[in-house]
């Protein structure tokens, strides 16, 4: 479990989602694309390989959210939000798997079609919704913040530059 939340200052889950948001990100750019007719085929075939990138990494990139999770105080205002995030994450996962499934003769075909365009928006919504609360976890809870200004460079960097407060308190 502690391998799954990375190390202190250096958490496991924020660069993971930058690849899952990234992979979802380009799914809805080539659906629309496609949609529009710009290289419709190449298009269409990026938008479903894009959408199964990004439900590979959502997995360990979930994985890595729920070791954190798992940290946090039930019943908080922080756990609310967390769950929230979970939540809204799960949501968008089940969306887009759908779409992946759905859409597979879209894929085959080399054309999105409208409902296979409609359900990867609304994947998409539900991850943005999710990102902005899992934005509020990191910053205005603070949640694997270490915040050590006065840290020389060298030991930022370092993987192991201190303890987290939980950590340090065990
Ligand atoms: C598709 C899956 C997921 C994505 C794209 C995602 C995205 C994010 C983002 C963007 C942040 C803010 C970090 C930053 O801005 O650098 C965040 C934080 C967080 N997420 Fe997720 N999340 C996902 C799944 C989950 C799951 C399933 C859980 C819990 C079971 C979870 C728990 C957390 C926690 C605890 C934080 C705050 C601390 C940290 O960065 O680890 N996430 N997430």
Redesign the pocket.
Known sequence: MKLLRGLAGH?L??PL?DV??GAYTLAAVMAVLSRLGVTEHNTATAWWLALIVGLVV?IP??L???A??LQ?EAGTPLWRT?TF??SA??T??VVFAITAGAGHADYVDGSVGGGSLVLTLVGYVL?AT??WL??A???TYG??VLNLVEEPASRAVSPLPKPEKEEAEA
């Open positions: 958490p889950h924020p989602t899952t948001l959502t990139t979930a890595a959210g729920f954190d999770w946090i967390a995030h979970l994450m799960l968008a996962t991850l999710g990102g899992g934005g976890l990191v910053f949640m694997r």
